[in-house]
């Protein structure tokens, strides 16, 4: 229990020095401050939740998580996942944007194991616009995000487990780039009392990054009056950080029976460029078979609510599993997610 304690303690620690490090405008808490993170953080789709699950529960899932999906959510969850598996996630998201992930694990011996994942979110065309042709010039251009990573994760004794995640991550717009690699870490412990499992995790550990492209190299007259060759300009791009997260969870088991389960769970998110929020959620599984979730967020201004449905369906060494969430924003519509996953025995 005493090397639990040390660990958390070095992931807190680890989470407040790297927040201070991001800048002297950004603080590891917003508690009692006068300021205001928001646009401290590039990569910001690195924030949106991944897994109908999870969002059926709110967020609340960083001691739950035990699929694929733990690559997101704590990466010690992964752990967990002890069969060939895949899982693919398909999010919505607002203003025509797609978000999609998508991952395969493979087990290592009895204790470990390795996955690789794909995050990639897509605006589509958007059509270039201009003061003098605010219809449309005819041409577009597209807003592309992705993250690749590798994940390793394990058990080092029967309740404490263990999860590291590289990952390189690319953003681009138009004909900008920017590129640049980062890691999460998590823990997760079980207690072993009342099914209580605690999970800490820390996301997006990694340099700042900035855009290079052709979009910023032009040509122009210093005088329009002269009749002289114009100049190549290249302009420089400022550098950014990406959006450190830390979670902390706890979830337990309030009634089980052979074919009934309740989870209550809840977890504290705190993140460089936001304010901190909680999330509480539950889920009720009948049979291992019909799952039923509802959650909420606490501190968001756009998320409150959240609700999911799941199917489970088991034959021979083949499973399966479907689940589907939907969370009302507050002002800007619905947000549906669709995962399916499959895991071969």
Same mark, same amino acid.
């Given at each position: 229990?005493?090397?639990?304690?040390?660990?958390?303690?070095?992931?807190? !620690?680890?989470?407040?020095? #790297?927040?201070?490090?991001?800048g002297g405008a950004i603080s590891g808490s917003t508690?009692?401050?006068?300021?205001?993170? *928001?646009?401290?953080?590039?990569?910001?789709?690195?924030?949106?939740?991944?897994?109908?699950?999870?969002?059926?529960?709110?967020?609340?899932?960083?001691?739950?998580?035990?699929?694929?999906?733990?690559?997101?959510?704590?990466?010690?969850?992964?752990?967990?996942?002890?069969?060939?598996?895949? #899982?693919?996630?398909?999010?919505?998201?607002?203003? %025509? +944007?797609?978000?999609? +992930?998508?991952?395969?694990?493979?087990?290592?011996?009895?204790?470990?194991?390795?996955?690789?994942?794909?995050?990639?979110?897509?605006? %589509?065309?958007?059509?270039?616009?201009? !003061?003098?042709?605010?219809?449309?010039?005819?041409?577009?251009?597209?807003?592309?995000?992705?993250?690749?990573?590798?994940? +390793?994760?394990?058990?080092?004794?029967?309740?404490?487990? =263990?999860?590291?995640?590289?990952?390189?991550? /690319?953003?681009?717009?138009? /004909?900008?780039?920017?590129?640049?690699?980062?890691?999460?870490?998590?823990?997760?412990?079980?207690?072993?009392?009342?099914?209580?499992?605690?999970?800490?995790?820390?996301?997006?550990?990694?340099?700042?990054?900035?855009?290079?492209?052709? #979009?910023?190299?032009?040509?122009?007259?210093?005088?329009?009056? !002269?009749?002289?060759?114009?100049?190549?300009?290249?302009?420089?791009?400022?550098?950014?950080?990406?959006?450190?997260?830390?979670?902390?969870g706890a979830s337990s088991k309030v009634w089980e029976?052979?074919?009934?389960?309740?989870?209550?769970?809840?977890?504290?998110?705190?993140?460089?460029?936001?304010?901190?929020?909680?999330?509480?959620?539950? @889920?009720?599984?009948?049979? #291992?078979?019909?799952?039923?979730?509802?959650?909420?967020?606490?501190g968001t201004d756009i998320f409150g609510l959240s609700?999911?449905?799941?199917?489970?369906? =088991?034959?021979?060494?083949? @499973?399966?599993?479907?689940?589907?969430?939907?969370?009302?924003?507050?002002?800007?519509?619905? *947000? /549906?997610?669709?995962?399916?996953?499959?895991?071969?025995?």
């Amino acid at each position: 229990m005493k090397r639990i304690i040390l660990i958390v303690i070095s992931i807190l !620690l680890l989470n407040k020095i #790297d927040t201070y490090a991001i800048g002297g405008a950004i603080s590891g808490s917003t508690l009692g401050e006068t300021f205001v993170k *928001v646009g401290a953080a590039g990569s910001q789709f690195l924030k949106i939740p991944i897994g109908a699950r999870a969002n059926g529960l709110a967020g609340a899932y960083s001691s739950m998580c035990s699929d694929l999906t733990s690559i997101f959510w704590n990466p010690a969850g992964l752990a967990d996942v002890k069969s060939i598996s895949a #899982d693919f996630s398909y999010t919505q998201w607002f203003a %025509g +944007f797609q978000h999609s +992930f998508g991952a395969f694990a493979l087990p290592i011996g009895r204790n470990f194991t390795a996955a690789i994942s794909l995050v990639a979110l897509n605006s %589509g065309n958007i059509e270039i616009t201009t !003061l003098e042709k605010p219809n449309g010039t005819g041409l577009s251009y597209r807003v592309n995000d992705v993250s690749i990573a590798f994940t +390793f994760s394990g058990y080092l004794t029967d309740q404490f487990s =263990f999860g590291l995640t590289g990952k390189f991550v /690319n953003n681009s717009i138009s /004909n900008l780039n920017s590129s640049g690699i980062a890691f999460d870490v998590g823990t997760m412990y079980e207690t072993g009392i009342q099914g209580i499992r605690l999970g800490f995790s820390i996301h997006n550990l990694g340099i700042k990054q900035a855009y290079s492209g052709q #979009d910023l190299n032009s040509s122009r007259k210093l005088y329009e009056a !002269l009749n002289a060759a114009p100049l190549d300009i290249a302009y420089i791009a400022s550098s950014y950080s990406l959006p450190l997260i830390f979670r902390a969870g706890a979830s337990s088991k309030v009634w089980e029976t052979d074919d009934h389960r309740v989870v209550v769970s809840g977890d504290f998110i705190t993140l460089s460029d936001t304010p901190e929020h909680f999330a509480l959620g539950s @889920e009720y599984t009948f049979k #291992d078979f019909l799952a039923i979730r509802a959650g909420y967020q606490f501190g968001t201004d756009i998320f409150g609510l959240s609700a999911g449905v799941g199917l489970k369906y =088991f034959a021979g060494g083949f @499973e399966g599993e479907f689940d589907y969430s939907i969370t009302p924003t507050k002002n800007i519509g619905l *947000v /549906n997610r669709l995962s399916i996953k499959i895991a071969v025995n």
